[in-house]
C-alpha cells in the first residue's frame, strides 16, 4: 500500500480545486483530505453543508487513482466504475463522475459544459 508523497498530495489537490473551479462553480470549494493510501473529497455548498464524494485510492501513479464513490444510505464508500468503463481513472474524472451523481448533472458524463 503506497502512500502518495507530500508532492502528489499538493498536486492531487491543485488539481481538484481548479477543476472544480471550473467545472463545478456551483460548488464553494472542494477539499481533499488525506489518511494512508486514500484521498477523500468533499464538496463545500454554498449553504455552508459539507457533503462528501468520493474517495481516491493511490496506487503509485499521480495521473491515476482508484475511485470509489459515497454512499449516504451505507455512510461509507463503495469502490465504483467510473463513466470510461475503468475503475481508476484521472481526479477529474472522479470529481466529475461524483458531482454528476450528486449535483444532479448527467452532462458530466458526455460533455465538459459547465455546470448550471
Request: hydrophobic residues 35%.
Amino acid at each position: 500500500m503506497p502512500t502518495p508523497p507530500a508532492s502528489t498530495r499538493s498536486s492531487l489537490a491543485q488539481r481538484v480545486r481548479g477543476h472544480a473551479r471550473s467545472r463545478w462553480p456551483v460548488l464553494e470549494e472542494v477539499t481533499v483530505r488525506f489518511r494512508g493510501q486514500f484521498a477523500y473529497l468533499d464538496a463545500h455548498l454554498p449553504d455552508g453543508e459539507i457533503m462528501p464524494l468520493c474517495r481516491l485510492r493511490y496506487g503509485g501513479s499521480a495521473s491515476s487513482w482508484g475511485f470509489a464513490i459515497y454512499l449516504a444510505s451505507r455512510d461509507g464508500y463503495q469502490d465504483s466504475t467510473l463513466p470510461t468503463g475503468h475503475t481508476a481513472g484521472s481526479p477529474e474524472d472522479a470529481l466529475d463522475c461524483a458531482c454528476g451523481l450528486y449535483l444532479n448533472d448527467p452532462t458530466a458524463w458526455t460533455d465538459q459544459a459547465p455546470a448550471k
